[in-house]
T-cell receptor, first 110, second 112 residues
Framework: RKEVEQDPGPFNVPEGATVAFNCTYSNSASQSFFWYRQDCRKEPKLLMSVYSSGNEDGRFTAQLNRASQYISLLIRDSKLSDSATYLC???????????FGTGTRLKVLA | DAGVIQSPRHEVTEMGQEVTLRCKPI?????LFWYRQTMMRGLELLIY????????DSGMPEDRFSAKMPNASFSTLKIQPSEPRDSAVYFC??????????FGQGTRLTVV
């Protein structure tokens, strides 16, 4: 089983829709969680960190479920510019080993 | 700071040749990562360094791959000999104490 797993998609959604991605991780000692965004042929960039209590940044909401070992990303009111690949990242306590999921592709359609 | 700098941006080489990829991390960052990205396997962690010391190289595919970090401002990833299946985008990323990972623009390697 992979350490971090994501549905590769693609998720094709119309503009204005709400879309959610999940990411599961296998190591219960995982301590830090992030969502990154990667545009085609570009490097990944941090979208947001994921905090235990959940956090929101504009149209984006991230949540952590430690009991079930998954993190989620919710995007409200999708824009064409949200089309990208979304990567979840997990790091284990005491290390700086950042493990990336394979990413979920999102296409927002006009 | 100019961010993480990788060179070259593109590399085309013949099978059997040695390839060296270079990375300059952000000044002050104490962890450096090498990743490889392909369509089939996504972003794979090859090796990471903390304070210039290799901590985990379990992702290095085989002995043909080696990485060094002689000082805090420079790292190399070497493939010798290269094979067509090594074709991928290789990213370097640097981190300060478990915070955000900053990526370089990557090196697109094609082995023919």
């Amino acid at each position: 089983r992979k350490e971090v797993e994501q549905d590769p998609g693609p998720f094709n959604v119309p503009e204005g829709a709400t879309v959610a991605f999940n990411c599961t991780y296998s190591n219960s000692a995982s301590q830090s969680f992030f969502w990154y965004r990667q545009d085609c042929r570009k490097e990944p960039k941090l979208l947001m960190s994921v905090y235990s209590s959940g956090n929101e940044d504009g149209r984006f909401t991230a949540q952590l479920n430690r009991a079930s070992q998954y993190i989620s990303l919710l995007i409200r009111d999708s824009k064409l510019s949200d089309s990208a690949t979304y990567l979840c990242v997990v790091s284990t306590s005491g290390t700086y080993k950042y493990i990336f999921g394979t990413g979920t592709r999102l296409k927002v359609l006009a | 700071d100019a961010g993480v700098i990788q060179s070259p941006r593109h590399e085309v080489t013949e099978m059997g040749q040695e390839v060296t990829l270079r990375c300059k991390p952000i000044s002050g960052h104490n962890s450096l990562f090498w990743y490889r990205q392909t369509m089939m396997r996504g972003l794979e962690l090859l090796i990471y360094f903390n304070n210039n010391v290799p901590i985990d190289d379990s992702g290095m595919p085989e002995d043909r791959f080696s990485a060094k970090m002689p000082n805090a401002s420079f790292s190399t990833l070497k493939i010798q000999p290269s094979e067509p299946r090594d074709s991928a985008v290789y990213f370097c990323a640097s981190i300060l104490e478990g915070t955000e990972a900053f990526f370089g623009q990557g090196t697109r390697l094609t082995v023919v």
